[in-house]
């Protein structure tokens, strides 16, 4: 019985593992569109799904490279959400309203705690070895139907020692799943570079 318990114990933590490394490579298959770099890196934001209906979870992910001649060091400190600043902006270009404690979450200026750090390297010419997924329902108040703009910005050491702005994501909510699946077929939601339109 404990070789089944065993058996079962690693199942579950490699299948999550595999899943993740699959999407992570089918998301590198696609052409990210990537924001302007600093210091040689970049960041490329995207949403899981073509399209959402109102309550729906928003999941984004971003991908990393490294545009540069050598190898550069990414810091990660803590959970990933506390590595990103987001903006979220509706149709009008008016700012979305955070949730509470959206702030907090909202990684500090100034040096990182080495407790709570992760270093990855990134080589030249290369993007990182993994995504990091943000869910926007944590950080804003997404209540109504319509277009949103978002932009994210991911700190390579420390706030004050430098970020990447990524690319601006156009992402459609619908009031429901029902619109939601007719507007599909309208076409897909589109990446836009800054200066794009």
Known sequence: MSKLYIIIVVFLWVAPHAIDAEKAEALKKDEP???????????????????????????????????????????????????????LFDANGLPVAK???????????GEPKIASRRLIKIGPGEMGPAYEELILNDWFKIEKKGTYFLIAMRRLWSWDKGFVISNMVKIKIAESAVEKAGESSEGKNSDLSPGQE
């Open 99 to 109: 949730r509470e404690g959206a702030e907090a979450r909202e990684a500090a200026f």
């Open 33 to 87: 569109v990537w924001g302007s770099t600093f210091q040689g890196m970049a960041i490329s934001v995207r949403q899981t799904k073509e399209r959402y209906a109102v309550g729906d979870k928003i999941e984004i992910v971003v991908l990393m490279k490294n545009f540069g001649d050598t190898e550069a060091s990414v810091l990660r400190v803590g959970d990933v959400a506390g590595n990103y600043r987001l903006a």
